[in-house]
């Protein structure tokens, strides 16, 4: 007697980084002190003595300057009073603060592994996955899915055209199918689809979500991820690694 077995695998991996991740010849506004675009001048934070390689991501103050003043009380011309007789200079106290613009994520189940046994009995939950995360930050944030390749996705229902790519099927032989995922987020508002940063056209290797109308502050994130495998999907291996980043609202 013959069994015929279909499985179908699906494997996707979502990365947090920040937009834009590079680091290399960024200036923050500490690395501006002491610089022709240093926004206050009178205190310079960035001494030559202070070397520490996180200056810009750490929390610390840093205080010098030695100033003296003397003088005598006495009669000035026209009959007015006043210091006579002074040596060095007004003690002025010069307060300079530079607040960096910080953001943090944290992602929680972010690596999911569907597996359907029997396509013609899953249901909804058996192809619907959360994934929980954080941000904290004080400005306000988009927060995206970059994709590798561009996608088709339609905005008003976060339906990703050919999200999941066929790879493998048991036999070793290449897949070349694919089918549709929904992505959707919450940040206290209910699941929403994605809207825009900039220019959009259809096919975009590029997502956003603002949170909570570019608000700063602490949000418990939530993300949708639901398969949309046709009736009678070819079995085999599929995969779809999505980058999660974030960019502000400026």
């Known amino acids: 007697m013959k069994k015929l077995f ?17 680091a290399e010849g960024g200036v923050s506004l500490y690395d501006q002190e002491n610089t022709s675009n240093d926004y206050y001048t009178p205190v ?7 070397t520490n390689p996180s200056a810009s991501t750490t929390n610390w103050k840093w205080q010098y300057g030695n100033e003296a003043w003397s003088g005598i009380y006495g009669s000035l011309p026209a009959g007015s009073f006043g ?11 010069d307060v300079e603060a530079d607040i960096e613009m910080f953001c943090s994520t944290t992602m929680q189940n972010h690596k999911i592994y569907f597996h359907i046994g029997n396509p013609y009995t899953a249901n909804q939950g058996n192809k619907t ?9 004080n400005n306000g944030q988009y927060v995206g899915i970059q994709f590798a390749n561009p996608k088709v996705v339609n905005m008003t229902t ?15 032989n290449n897949v070349n199918s694919a089918f549709d ?5 919450d940040w206290g508002e209910g699941y929403q689809p994605p809207g825009t940063l900039g220019d959009y056209n259809e096919a975009t290797n590029e997502l956003f979500w603002l949170i909570n109308g570019g608000l700063p502050g602490s949000y418990n994130l939530s993300w949708q991820i639901e398969l949309l495998p046709d009736a009678d999907q070819k079995d085999g291996n599929y995969g779809l690694d999505p980058v999660v980043v974030v960019s502000p609202a400026l």
């Open 6 to 22: 279909m499985a179908m695998v699906i494997i996707g991996t979502f990365v947090l980084i920040c937009l834009p991740a590079m």
């Open 44 to 50: 310079n934070g960035k001494l030559s003595e202070y």
């Open 83 to 93: 210091w006579i007789y002074t040596t060095g200079t007004d003690g002025a106290i």
């Open 129 to 137: 996955a959360v994934v929980t995360s954080t941000l904290v930050s």
């Open 158 to 172: 976060g339906v990703i055209t050919d999200a999941m790519v066929g790879t493998k099927d048991v036999m070793g």
């Open 181 to 185: 995922a929904k992505i959707l987020l």
